[in-house]
């Protein structure tokens, strides 16, 4: 009898059976964005609530980063490449009780693609800039039709740009209160505070989500998250647990840490149309100067992975080129000599930090400190808010050298685009990423995509420092918590609490 009960509970657990209903969870990000919408306002922290929370596409990621099916239960791809015709799910509906059908599939893409953004509000028309049409076949099955074969198609479905609000919906409604399909509506966006979200009682998917409520709590200070945590006002630190906090955490056993794998580059970025980085010499001379090694020990305490170029290790098509420029300080000081730098006459540059990033601001600071080290080397650093960095880096190149996390997949191709914030224009980079886009299977796609990995490190555009992990921590009542952060959303459509 014993050994019966055993089994059925196992296979309760299995059945998804054992699992307890209701509850309100809190989890703490890092910053607030200044809208909810991700097809009009990027932002990682946006995605990661709202992404297959409220808003679905016709294809996501899921936590292990596979492209698997969402608001489309299946899909072909013609032998071309230049035609996908996707079948959608049946009975879904927005939260606004408006049902989803082919029309709202049509109006978003034909939103996305129009290069007008001033018309569209659209904040990416460059990832659609292959589709031809999509067209509604019928109200379950649309089919989008290719100028060009583009490998990396499907995976721009997955992107938080790619996802769905009901046709017709106002712009700027959506940017304050999102409406999707998902398994939570968004509530309630108190500023400063936190946003709200509460079960989709009509969610498609049968039993889901586990959770009555979830808030999603605006904490940036690492230190301020653990006396959070400990003090029972959040349930969760979901990703920017500082590295001596997890430390202290992992003695307790009312809290579990986790160090889940990434797509988050740490790259201090090199403006290479600006003196003195539109100079390899100095440029490569900054990665000699780099040591890696010394940086996850003691910015980071161990947390995080060595990388070479723009990808990260659990990313397709990877190639390992942590390596390639070792650390090696006299190294890099002849080439600033050969440069014209000397003790005399030093390199002297702004090294410019967002402040709400902790990972990142002391990664910069450490790295400061190792050019500094050298005695050739003056970097004198900036530390600025998010919105600025934004406005002044970002979209203005304003910069000469800046670190930020990279924290979206498959992103190596913005060292093909001349205008993005490094500024780096290689019609050589260029064409391979053509190569790659037009490759007619997946080995000469791969080989295109690893050629170009390794022509950037040549051409030493940024300093890759490492992937920086998940790192988060949870109340042990927290139960089945998505640790990888290989998907854009915290997804807590399965997570529930033990009572």
């Known amino acids: 009898m014993k050994k019966l009960l055993v089994g059925l509970l196992a296979l309760f657990i299995s059945l998804g059976l054992a699992q307890t209903r209701g509850g309100t969870l809190t989890v703490a990000i890092q910053t607030e964005p200044t809208a909810w919408d991700p097809t009009q306002t990027p932002g990682a922290d946006i995605a990661r609530v709202v992404y297959d929370n409220v808003l679905q596409g016709l294809v996501k990621r899921n936590s292990k980063g596979q492209i698997v099916p969402s608001l489309a239960e299946r899909w072909i791809i013609s032998p071309s490449g230049l035609t996908y015709t996707f079948y959608l799910r049946k009975g879904v509906k927005f939260h606004d009780g408006s049902p989803f059908d082919a029309s709202d599939v049509v109006a978003e893409f034909n939103r996305a693609k129009n290069p007008d953004q001033k018309v569209s509000g659209h904040a990416r028309p460059d990832f659609y800039k292959d589709i031809e049409s999509v067209v509604a076949k019928d109200p379950y099955t649309v089919v989008f039709s290719l100028r060009q074969p583009n490998n990396d198609f499907l995976f721009i479905l997955t992107v938080p740009e790619s996802l769905i609000t009901p046709k017709g919906a106002k712009l700027e409604d959506m940017k304050v209160k999102p409406i999707g399909t998902g398994p939570f509506k968004f509530v309630a966006w108190e500023r400063g505070v936190a946003v709200r979200l509460e079960a989709n009682p009509d969610y498609y998917i049968k039993g889901l989500p586990y959770l009555d409520k979830v808030n999603f709590r605006f904490l940036g200070d690492g230190d301020a998250q653990l006396a959070a945590l400990r003090a029972g006002d959040i349930d969760v630190i979901a990703y920017s647990l500082l590295p001596e906090n997890a430390i202290v955490l992992q003695k ?13 580059e740490a790259v201090a970025s090199m403006n290479n149309s600006r003196a003195p980085f539109n100079d390899i010499r100095v440029r490569k001379a900054m990665e000699y100067a780099t040591n890696k090694d010394d940086l996850i020990q003691g910015a980071m305490l161990g947390y995080g992975t060595k990388i070479g170029s723009m990808r990260s290790p659990g990313e397709a098509c990877f190639v390992d080129l942590s390596n390639y420029y070792k650390y090696d300080p006299e190294q890099a000081k002849k080439l600033l000599a050969e440069a014209g730098y000397t003790a005399q006459n030093p390199l002297k540059f702004t090294f410019t930090i967002a402040a709400e990033f902790p990972y990142e601001r002391r990664i910069g600071e450490a790295l400061a400190a190792q050019f500094n080290k050298l005695g050739v080397i003056q970097a004198t650093i900036q530390v600025i808010d998010f919105a600025t960095w934004i406005q002044k880096a970002f979209l203005n190149a304003d910069y000469q050298m800046t670190i930020i996390g990279h924290v979206e997949a498959n992103d190596t191709n913005t060292y093909a ?3 993005y914030y490094w500024r780096y224009n290689s019609k050589k980079t260029q064409d391979l990423y053509t190569q790659y886009l037009r490759a007619p299977n997946a080995k000469q796609a791969c080989d295109a995509l690893e050629a170009m990995q ?8 940024s300093i890759w420092t490492m992937t920086l992990p998940s790192l988060g921590a949870y109340r042990a009542t927290v139960q089945n918590w998505p640790g990888s952060a290989l998907t854009p959303g915290i997804s807590v459509a399965e997570v529930w609490l033990k009572k």
């Open 252 to 264: 307790d056993p009312n809290f579990k840490v986790f160090s889940g794998p990434s797509t988050a």
């Open 417 to 419: 685009n001349p205008k």
């Open 454 to 461: 390794r022509q950037i490190t040549e051409d030493a555009v």
